[in-house]
């Protein structure tokens, strides 16, 4: 636009306010994204379940052991552990586990679990071994067991025949604990 013809206009530069001399001012910091409060408690919670689920595992191994181990810590309880598995569950793999590795004679035990087996087939009754107070005895080269076992017949709940057998069993003590090496009938 032009002045108006016959108006003076003045060739002195217009004077600048002080804010307009200044350099212009930053711009604000952009916004921060908002906070991502939802991430962080899931990462606690997610971290406080992994730690749970460690324990779990971690208790449930101690457990397993403790249940699965066999307590060989005094003679008597070796003999007991090993008189109900092979006798009573017939379980072989654990009745091994109360037995020593080498030159273990328990023949004699075989045999009489043998002869119940037998007598249970012909005869057509369930055999049940029971034993009495394990009474522990030092030798020289561990310790004797020795206990009374009950072998009685039975057909249809009643009790056909019952009969009393001395036993003893020589136990030794190894790096894991007590183990069964023999076992004879009582003359």
Same mark, same amino acid.
């Given at each position: 636009m032009q002045p108006p013809? +016959?108006?003076q206009v003045s060739r002195v530069p217009a004077? &600048?306010?002080p804010s307009e001399q200044l350099p212009p001012a930053p711009a604000p910091p952009a916004p921060q994204p908002p906070r991502r409060r939802m991430r962080t408690v899931l990462t606690v919670v997610a971290g406080v379940l992994a730690l749970l689920c460690l324990g779990g595992v971690a208790t449930a191994y101690v457990w397993y052991t403790r249940a699965s181990t066999p307590d060989r810590s005094t003679p008597d309880v070796v003999v007991d552990n090993y008189l109900r598995a092979f %006798?009573?569950? &017939?379980?072989?793999v654990r009745a091994d586990l109360f037995t020593c590795e080498r030159q273990a004679d328990l023949q004699a035990v075989r045999d009489l679990r043998a002869e119940i087996e037998q007598r249970e087939s012909k005869f057509g009754v369930a055999v049940r071994v029971s034993w009495g107070q394990l009474t522990r005895t030092p030798s020289s080269e561990g310790e004797s067991v020795g206990?009374? %076992?009950t072998?009685? +017949?039975s057909a249809e709940g009643v009790v056909r025949s019952s009969r009393r057998e001395d036993w003893t069993f020589s136990v030794v003590e190894g790096d894991d604990g007590w183990r069964i090496c023999g076992g004879t009938q009582a003359s």
């Open positions: 013809a +016959g108006s004077q &600048r306010t %006798l009573v569950d &017939r379980n072989d206990t009374t %076992l072998i009685s +017949g």
